[in-house]
């Protein structure tokens, strides 16, 4: 599978996920608590990867090619990213049924939204101008490698 097609994937499951839970009220703390786990490893192994793999190749490649769009673009996802795991940390900290539970979900579903979405229709396209087919798959291949190394931790 190619990269991008890998981490589209990644982006629709955590989508569904985000739904899921964000129709949860607080009386089914459990399932909340089942969820957030699922959200929070998803999210945290898919920054992961593309942190190691899909952005520091993308940000080499950008400026070899002094395509300086596109090197920012990767600077600004490692940002985003910092946001998203700060959320997941608060979330983390708070009891589900805590009143500022679904506020919290709301912020963090609204910052993946925006991420996803920058990922997308920005910083893809770039990388689908940058890297050639085979260097697509090839990262694919990386990317999915370390997919389930990651979840191999995540799961000790
Ligand atoms: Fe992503
Ligand atoms: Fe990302």
Do not use: C, W
């Not at 964000?22 to 909340?32: I, Q």
């Not at 192994?45 to 490649?61: D, G, N, Q």
């Amino acid at each position: 599978m190619d990269a991008i097609t890998l981490l589209k994937h990644d982006h629709r499951k955590v989508d569904e996920l985000l739904k899921e839970a964000s129709a949860l009220g607080s009386g089914a703390a459990a399932s909340r608590q089942k969820l957030f786990k699922q959200i929070d490893e998803e999210l945290t192994v898919h920054s992961k990867i593309e942190e190691t793999i899909f952005y520091p190749a993308l940000k080499a490649k950008a400026k070899a090619e002094k395509e300086e769009d596109a090197k920012q673009e990767v600077l600004e996802a490692y940002e985003e990213h910092g946001n998203v795991a700060a959320m997941l940390k608060k979330l983390e900290a708070t009891e589900p049924k805590d009143e500022t539970y679904a506020a919290k979900l709301q912020v963090l579903s609204e910052l993946v939204k925006h991420h996803v979405h920058e990922e997308e229709h920005e910083m893809f396209k770039q990388a689908k101008d940058l890297f050639d087919k085979a260097e697509l798959e090839e990262l694919g291949q990386r990317l999915e490698r370390a997919k389930s190394e990651q979840k191999a931790v995540a799961a000790r």
